[in-house]
Antibody
């Protein structure tokens, strides 16, 4: 059974850093394209980042230069390193597997950026 | 800046048919944008309905279908049920590796 479990969210001050993790089971992360998608409170979905199976990475303009997507194949885990956090980064962050389109989503982890 | 457009809200009667659309601020949506559709109820993670224009995700009933209608992607729900009342999001693949979500459509079944 495919499962994605995010962790690492919490309350962080503006300018701070946080690393989100997404532990995958039931499939091999390195064999799929993997995304991070976020949703601010009461708002719609926003695509954040993508990593190809080859390791190539892509980012939304809103996070490029501040966020880094990566994976650890030995742990079958996807990561999102978030630096220079801003209030507008407050959101639930979902990891999502892509297979012709996003087919599986995690349950999300809440990141709150506030002083 | 590419903007993906969706109707902010829509209503349908139980048993009725509704078509939600997903367009571009400039240009036409084609299968090359790999339109996908997601359903989300409050407090829950999104659920994938349709990807690559018209491929139904595993377990999704066949009353949900995807297509290209004119210059937009479309999600059609036939025989609407009360539990279809949700937010629906589309996403388009822009330039191959950038995904842009639409603002979502709040569907009311009444």
């Amino acid at each position: 059974e495919v499962q994605l479990v995010e962790s690492g969210g919490g309350l962080i001050q503006p300018g701070g850093s946080l690393r989100l993790s997404c532990a995958a089971s039931g499939f091999t992360v390195s064999s799929y394209w993997m995304n991070w998608v976020r949703q601010a409170p009461g708002k719609g979905l926003e695509w954040v980042s993508l990593i190809h199976g080859s390791g190539s990475t892509y980012y939304a303009d809103s996070v490029r230069g501040r966020f880094t997507i990566s994976r650890d194949n030995s742990k079958n885990t996807l990561y999102l390193q978030m630096n220079s956090l801003r209030a507008e980064d407050t959101a639930v962050y979902y990891c999502a597997r892509e297979n012709g389109g996003i087919d599986f989503w995690g349950q999300g982890t809440l990141v709150t950026v506030s002083s | 800046q590419t903007v993906v457009t969706q109707e902010p809200s829509f209503s349908v009667s139980p048993g009725g048919t509704v078509t939600l659309t997903c367009g571009l601020s400039s240009g036409s949506v084609s299968t090359n944008y790999y339109p996908s559709w997601y359903q989300q109820t409050p407090g829950q993670a999104p659920r994938t309905l349709i990807y690559s224009t018209n491929t139904r995700s595993s377990g999704v009933p066949d009353r949900f279908s995807g297509s290209i209608l004119g210059n937009k992607a479309a999600l059609t729900i036939t025989g609407a049920q009360a539990d279809d009342e949700s937010d629906y999001y589309c996403v388009l693949y822009i330039g191959g590796d950038v995904r842009v979500f639409g603002g979502g459509t709040k569907l009311t079944v009444l």
